[in-house]
């Protein structure tokens, strides 16, 4: 599945955002999804996660507490609610989905396919 991330731009410290992940041409209920982020020059690393029917998420130490991952099957999306964020946020954002199962994953490994990447910047 091809998957569309946006939302992404520049923003204060203290502000919040909201990132959007659809899939084009077929639906995802019932996948998996996941937020991962890549600061420049480090690895990516798990954001959130939400299981496919939506009962289940799994966040980040990091973010734990400031972000929300939510998906709305009806609307084919799921959202990734950015709160309070800080410098060390910034990085490019990318979702990620696994094929039709009720769970939720953190490894980036476990996903079957990506979107491009919506780039998040926090100034100080």
């Known amino acids: 599945v091809q998957l569309q991330a946006s939302g992404g731009g520049l923003v204060q410290a203290g502000d919040s955002l909201r990132l959007s992940c659809a899939p084009s041409?077929?639906?995802?209920?019932?996948?998996?999804m996941g937020w991962f982020r890549q600061a420049p020059g480090k690895e990516r690393r798990f954001v959130a996660a939400i299981s496919g029917r939506g009962g289940t998420t799994f966040y980040g130490g990091s973010v734990r507490g400031r972000f929300t991952v939510s998906r709305d099957n009806a609307k084919n999306t799921v959202y990734l609610e950015m709160t309070t964020l800080k410098p060390e946020d910034t990085a490019v954002y990318y979702c990620a989905a696994r094929v039709g199962t009720d769970y939720y994953f953190t490894q980036s490994s476990d996903y079957d396919s990506w979107g491009q990447g919506t780039l998040v910047t926090v100034s100080s």
């Open positions: 041409g077929r639906s995802f209920s019932g996948y998996a």
